[in-house]
């Protein structure tokens, strides 16, 4: 297809719109509390100048996925709002451009600025927030359930982390589950107490262990020490460490790849809360930049006006659909989380949403 004037003039002023629009939201989230924050920190001396100019662009990323789609919004809308209040829209109808044709341009903008947005969210944003956490000393003690069952969902082991810090375990429960078991409970045939513990890729190995042996009536008949054992031996033990690591970080700090891989185990594991939930927010990935592309048609439309029509209504639908957009992704992801809805269904109906909201919109405006 030849790129005529026309398209060079559109995607250069909706560029520069957008461009401008994506500052002025970036400059409006980063100063109220992180500019605060990194300032106060730097005063202080936990930071120096240079960590806290590194601090603050490692801020930007995630930020930037979230002001892509505004900054497309706002940035078309601006520009054919333009063109519309200098009669330019009524030439380029006037000489046969159809309504698709004007948007040629823009859609071409988008594209671009939506692989930037889903390179941005599956690169940028888990690497910057690595940079952060080593910066912050950010090294959570958290702890871990694991219980292994049989196919017919019977407990066979399970394993209470009570603290773990990276590769050292502290104050370990294993719990051994016998084949028998009462009225109220599975029946435990021994019990290890581990004060510490080490993860391997291809073990977990417990240290200073304390063995209670329990008889088939439920009573403790013998009471021993182990210096170590292992337990949770081959591909499951660095499954489960992953899924422990995984689950204290949040969704934006892990890949595209890491986390398909993370649902899969969750899913295997039949952790079916948070398997619904990650694969929510798997797809929202991929979803997410086609918002940006979604929002660009949107706000030429919102553009188009004639010559006495309301400019400022254009403007508060647009805001209105940013302030939507973002403050119901929480109410979908609980959603899926408690498997209301499949996961699918929670990550497609936003941008299905606006698809509908551009073809009432093309209808109303006549074009």
């Not at 500052?23 to 989230?29: A, E, G, Y």
């Not at 000489?95 to 889903?118: M, Q, W």
């Amino acid at each position: 297809m030849k790129i005529t004037i026309y398209d060079k003039y559109i995607f250069k002023q909706v560029l520069i719109t957008t461009i401008v629009a994506i500052l002025l939201f970036t400059v409006v989230w980063i100063a109220p509390e992180m500019l605060l924050k990194t300032i106060q920190r730097t005063l202080e001396g936990e930071y120096t100048v240079k960590t806290a100019i590194l601090v603050l662009t490692c801020q930007l990323p995630l930020i930037l996925s979230k002001a892509f789609p505004v900054g497309l919004l706002l940035g078309s809308l601006f520009t054919f709002d333009k063109l519309s209040k200098d009669s330019e829209l009524t030439i380029f109808r006037a000489v046969g451009l159809s309504f698709s044709r004007i948007v040629r341009p823009v859609l071409v903008l988008s594209v671009i600025i939506s692989v930037l947005c889903f390179i941005t969210i599956d690169k940028l944003v888990p690497y910057s927030s690595d940079i952060l956490a080593r910066i912050n000393d950010r090294n959570p003690v958290s702890q871990y359930i694991y219980t292994q069952k049989d196919d017919s969902g019977k407990p066979t082991l399970a394993v209470v982390v009570s603290k773990y810090n990276k590769t050292t375990m502290h104050n370990v429960i294993v719990l051994d589950f016998a084949n028998s078991h009462y009225t109220d409970m599975h029946g435990i045939k021994t019990i290890y107490i581990a004060k510490t513990g080490k993860f391997f890729n291809d073990r977990w190995e417990l240290n200073n262990i304390t063995r209670y042996r329990i008889s088939s009536e439920g009573i403790f008949n013998n009471i021993d020490k182990i210096n170590s054992m292992n337990i949770l031996e081959g591909s499951i033990a660095s499954d489960i460490y992953t899924i422990m690591n995984y689950s204290t970080k949040k969704e934006r700090e892990i890949t595209n790849k890491n986390l398909s891989r993370y649902i899969k185990l969750l899913k295997a594991s039949n952790n079916d809360e948070t398997y619904s939930l990650m694969l929510n927010k798997y797809l929202q990935r991929f979803f997410h930049p086609l918002i940006c592309m979604i929002l660009a048609v949107l706000g030429c439309l919102l553009g188009f006006s004639k010559p006495r029509e309301q400019r400022l209504v254009g403007f508060t639908i647009a805001i209105a659909s940013i302030f939507v957009y973002y403050i119901t992704l929480p109410f979908f992801d609980l959603l899926a989380e408690k498997q209301v809805l499949h996961p699918f269904i929670t990550a497609i109906f936003p941008p299905l949403a606006f698809l509908g909201c551009i073809i009432a919109f093309y209808k109303s405006k006549d074009l």
